[in-house]
């Protein structure tokens, strides 16, 4: 699937793994945050998680962390390889006792910055991220994914637990893979 960013940050899914919340037709919602074995200097953990909403041609990314809330999402058209994004996003959060919002929409290709990309996010189970001092996890194993905008390939995928499927680009068997995932408007801008 393809999402909207900077080509320049590479995988923005790299520190990151998702688990499939629920499935309804062709969109699948997923929780994402950092795996519960990370280190907390390799990823910054979401409180709570992410939640992404992914369909065949669009997505919505939303979250709330650390004061401040971000919905971003683009729908995408063109085929087999999208061509053009019509995006948007809010974001709002607190200074002293005020609450700033920010809403936009653009449309790419345009005069963003940002580009149609591909990235990996590994899917590996299902329901909300493990809590707690006490929390333990079981990972999948290994995978690795390359995805570009003029196609996408996917090699390898193995599981130590093959508990949840869902639907990205088709369904397999967990760890799915995610191909063409960033977070678009998360950046706040002073």
Request: hydrophobic content about 35%.
């Amino acid at each position: 699937m393809p999402w909207v960013g900077f080509a320049s940050s590479g995988n923005y899914w790299h520190d990151y793994e998702g688990r499939v919340i629920s499935e309804n037709g062709e969109t699948t919602t997923y929780a994402i945050n950092c795996p519960p074995t990370s280190d907390k200097t390799a990823c910054i953990r979401f409180d709570p998680d992410a939640t992404l909403i992914a369909a065949p041609s669009s997505y919505d990314f939303i979250m709330s962390n650390y004061g401040q809330y971000t919905s971003t999402g683009c729908t995408f058209t063109g085929t087999p390889t999208p061509t053009t994004a019509t995006c948007s996003y809010s974001q709002s959060w607190h200074i002293r006792s005020s609450t700033v919002t920010r809403d936009r929409t653009y449309v790419l290709p345009g005069t963003e910055v940002r580009e149609i990309v591909s990235a990996t996010l590994t899917v590996a189970g299902t329901g909300p991220f493990p809590t707690g001092t006490a929390a333990t996890a079981t990972r999948a194993t290994t995978t690795t994914t390359t995805g570009s905008t003029t196609g996408a390939t996917v090699a390898g995928t193995s599981a130590t637990s093959a508990t949840a499927s869902g639907n990205v680009a088709g369904r397999t068997v967990a760890p799915m893979m995610f191909v063409g995932a960033v977070v678009a408007g998360m950046a706040v801008q002073a």
